[in-house]
C-alpha cells in the first residue's frame, strides 16, 4: 500500500491493540537532501531526528520495542566519507538525546557488528546501553552494521559451536532456541515493518523476525516522517487481519 505525506489526516488509533514491536527501514535520507540541493549527508543528520521523534511518540502509545535499520553490511559499497559521517552520528545523537530518552524510561540497545566502527562510536554507543540498561520503558534497538543473512550465519556457528563441545543435542535446536540465540534474543517477534521512501523490498533487514509481521511501505521520505505518519502505519495495522496461517471464525 502506498500513501502520501499531502493525503493525511488525523488517524484513530485503538489503544488497546497497539504494536508490541515496530521495525523501521529508515529510508530516503539521500533524496530527501538532494531535493534540497543538499549533500546526502545533510539528509542523515536530519533523519536522526525522526528516530528522537518516533521513540518518544512509540513510548507514549506503549509500544514495548522499537527497531530501527540505521546501517547495513551492504551499506559499505558507499562512498568512505559517507560511511565516516554516518558512524559519526551517534555520538551527536546521544549527546542530543540520551538524556531525555533516560527520562523518557527508554532503554537503548544495538545489533551487528559494531566491532566495525570506530572506537568512539563504539564507546558511545555501549555507554548509551550501559545508562539505560534498567529503564523499563520502549526498547530502542539500533541496527548497526547489521546484515540479516550475516546474523543467521553467525547465529548457526554458534549453535554448532555449542553442539561440538556437548552442550547441546540436536534436539535441543528448536525454533524457539534458533531464535533466543539471534541477535535480538530476548525481543518479541515483529509485528509491523514499516519502510519509507517508497522501496519495496527488505534490504537484508530482520529476515527471521519479520516472518509473520505485517508490512506497510510509505512514500514519505525519512526525514519527513513523523508522528501522524507513525499513526496512519498503526491505523493500517490495526485494520488487517493477522491469521498466522490459520483461519478467521
Ligand atoms: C537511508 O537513507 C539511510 C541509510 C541507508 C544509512 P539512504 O541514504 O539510503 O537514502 P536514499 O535511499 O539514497 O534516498
Ligand atoms: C536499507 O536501505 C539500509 C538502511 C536503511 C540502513 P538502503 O538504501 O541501503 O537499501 P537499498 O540499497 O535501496 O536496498
Ligand atoms: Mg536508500
Redesign the pocket.
Given at each position: 500500500m502506498i500513501f502520501n505525506k499531502r493525503k493525511q489526516k488525523e488517524h484513530s488509533i485503538d489503544m488497546t491493540r497497539i504494536p508490541t514491536h515496530i521495525a523501521f527501514?529508515?529510508?530516503g535520507n539521500g533524496r530527501w537532501a538532494k531535493q534540497r540541493k543538499m549533500p546526502r549527508t545533510y539528509g542523515h543528520h536530519e533523519g536522526t531526528k525522526t528516530i528522537r521523534r518516533l521513540a518518544l511518540e512509540a513510548n507514549q502509545l506503549g509500544v514495548k520495542a522499537m527497531t530501527v535499520?540505521?546501517?547495513?553490511t551492504?551499506?559499505f559499497k558507499r562512498d568512505t566519507k559517507e560511511i565516516e559521517y554516518i558512524f559519526k552520528l551517534p555520538k551527536e545523537f546521544f549527546h542530543l538525546y540520551l538524556k531525555e530518552l533516560i527520562d523518557n524510561n527508554v532503554q537503548i540497545r544495538y545489533i551487528g557488528h559494531l566491532e566495525m566502527s570506530p572506537q568512539e562510536t563504539q564507546s558511545i554507543i555501549k555507554d548509551a546501553v550501559f545508562q539505560t540498561s534498567k529503564n523499563t520503558g520502549l526498547i530502542l534497538t539500533f541496527?548497526f552494521i547489521y546484515g540479516g543473512r550475516d546474523e543467521i550465519v553467525e547465529t548457526t556457528k554458534c549453535i554448532c559451536e555449542k553442539y561440538k563441545n556437548g552442550e547441546i543435542s540436536l534436539d535441543d535446536i528448536t525454533e524457539d532456541y534458533f531464535e533466543k540465540h539471534l541477535m535480538t534474543t530476548d525481543l518479541p517477534p515483529v509485528d509491523l515493518l514499516i519502510r519509507s521512501s517508497g522501496?519495496y523490498?527488505l534490504?537484508n533487514?530482520l529476515p527471521w523476525q519479520l516472518a509473520y509481521a505485517e508490512f506497510i511501505f510509505d512514500e514519505t521520505l525519512w526525514p519527513d516522517f513523523d508522528e501522524e505518519c507513525l499513526h496512519r502505519a498503526i491505523s493500517i495495522y490495526q485494520g488487517r487481519e493477522r491469521r498466522f496461517g490459520g483461519v478467521l471464525k
Open positions: 527501514i529508515m529510508d535499520y540505521a546501517f547495513s551492504e551499506n541496527a522501496e523490498r534490504s533487514f
